[in-house]
């Protein structure tokens, strides 16, 4: 099977029909426009003053952020990655990583939710086509949502596996996805497919509508963490899709690519942010509501010299996944600019680098919080667990001990690291 990309129709450049979900809306909001980096990080901080009072609230009732997101989205914020020649401001790797680390320190579901948007973009623009980059960019300027049906539960066998076929109809999709961040909010749904193409299996990213008929998103993700980012389900019952809708994926990993790196930078803010939002919440609490122990023979919690120390310890190691983050940022930044097999091996690796570091902080520093603050911190009401669970399941999502393997690797044996999404 061979795709051809021609000129997209011109019915397909319509926005898609407003529709009501039974959850929320998926009427599209027209964004505000980034101008430029300082811009994005500037309404990042002031998006996140905004999401962090009612964050705990949305974590215990599972309430579903349709609201937030839409003010999200109307920032601009989610079309900051859309490259200059497209009419977006096309943000650096470490903005892209600090506006989500930003949001994530508010509302860690939030700052998860457009992972797999920003994914999909670059997707895009490593292997789409003019046109399909120019019709999906566009989509994102106007306000619409990409969501992601890239992982299923077994299915190992590619022939069992959600698959691309035709028919005299055309081209259409079958199977099952879970693991489905941001699915349930979005416009369109990018699928990875595989199809057979001369004999052999290969994969796409195919982009479905969220409203095509035979397809069904069932809100059962049940995680103890990440409880409001729609991670569910996506079924697939043969769903007609047009070839422009079909971008190549498996093809643009057999060559020097910066996906795997920007997906995993966008992992890496997601756990920075969750260090940092517990950090902040652990350093209130001492502040104004813990009592002191009582051999430190102190009036207050914050003058307990231990608790001094363990904030001191905390401080610096979160300063330090901080630098890591930002100095993978600038890797990436240039295997973008000029990507061959060492500048992606050297960004993969910085990025693994600031994985580690924020893997480690960020499950320490939610769990070290009630250390510090003592049991009054574990009220249900005060919502302030919602930290480590974020953590803990976000930081599941590719385990970090093959983050070290894959560094070590590098530095003693010169072995340039797998290029995948995970890595």
Request: charged share 25%.
């Amino acid at each position: 099977m061979t795709f051809e990309f021609p000129a997209v129709r011109e019915a397909l450049v319509a926005p898609l029909a407003a529709a009501r979900s039974p959850v929320g809306s998926l009427q599209p909001v027209e964004p505000d426009r980034i101008r430029d980096d300082a811009h994005a990080i500037e309404i990042a901080n002031r998006l996140a003053a905004q999401l962090a009072p009612d964050a705990a609230v949305r974590d215990r009732e599972r309430r579903l952020p349709w609201d937030e997101l839409d003010a999200f989205v109307a920032t601009g914020l989610w079309a900051m990655t859309v490259p200059r020649a497209f009419g977006g401001p096309g943000v650096a790797a470490g903005t892209l990583a600090e506006v989500v680390a930003t949001i994530s320190a508010a509302d860690g579901s939030l700052g998860q939710i457009p992972q797999n948007h920003f994914y999909a973009l670059e997707v895009l623009r490593v292997g789409g086509s003019a046109a399909q980059q120019r019709f999906f960019y566009d989509r994102v300027l106007a306000g619409e949502r990409f969501g992601n049906a890239l992982a299923e539960i077994g299915h190992k066998d590619f022939k069992r596996r959600t698959r691309l076929n035709r028919d005299r109809d055309g081209w259409y999709i079958d199977g099952r996805k879970f693991y489905c961040t941001g699915a349930l909010y979005a416009h369109w749904i990018p699928t990875l497919v595989v199809a057979e193409e001369a004999g052999r299996d290969v994969t796409y990213l195919a982009f479905v509508p969220r409203e095509a008929r035979g397809v069904t998103v069932i809100d059962d993700w049940d995680g103890f963490g990440q409880r409001v980012t729609g991670s569910g389900s996506v079924q697939f019952e043969h769903v007609s899709v047009e070839p422009e809708w079909v971008v190549p994926f498996a093809a643009s990993f057999d060559r020097p690519t910066t996906i795997g790196p920007v997906a995993q930078i966008m992992h890496a803010a997601i756990d920075l942010g969750q260090a940092r939002g517990a950090f902040a919440a652990a350093l209130e609490f001492v502040r104004e509501q813990a009592r002191p122990w009582i051999d430190a023979n102190v009036a207050r919690a914050a003058d307990d010299p231990l608790t001094i120390a363990q904030f001191g310890d905390l401080s610096a190691r979160l300063r330090g996944a901080e630098a890591l983050l930002r100095r993978a940022g600038r890797y990436v930044d240039a295997a973008q600019a000029a990507p061959d097999a060492q500048s992606v091996a050297q960004a993969s690796i910085a990025v693994a680098e600031a994985r580690a570091a924020t893997t480690v902080i960020s499950l320490d520093a939610g769990s070290r919080l009630f250390e510090l603050a003592g049991t009054a911190a574990t009220l249900d009401d005060r919502g302030l667990d919602r930290f480590w669970r974020n953590a803990r399941t976000h930081t599941l999502h590719d385990p970090v001990r093959w983050k070290y393997h894959a560094i070590g690797n590098f530095y003693l044996n010169g072995k340039l690291p797998p290029r995948h999404g995970a890595l």
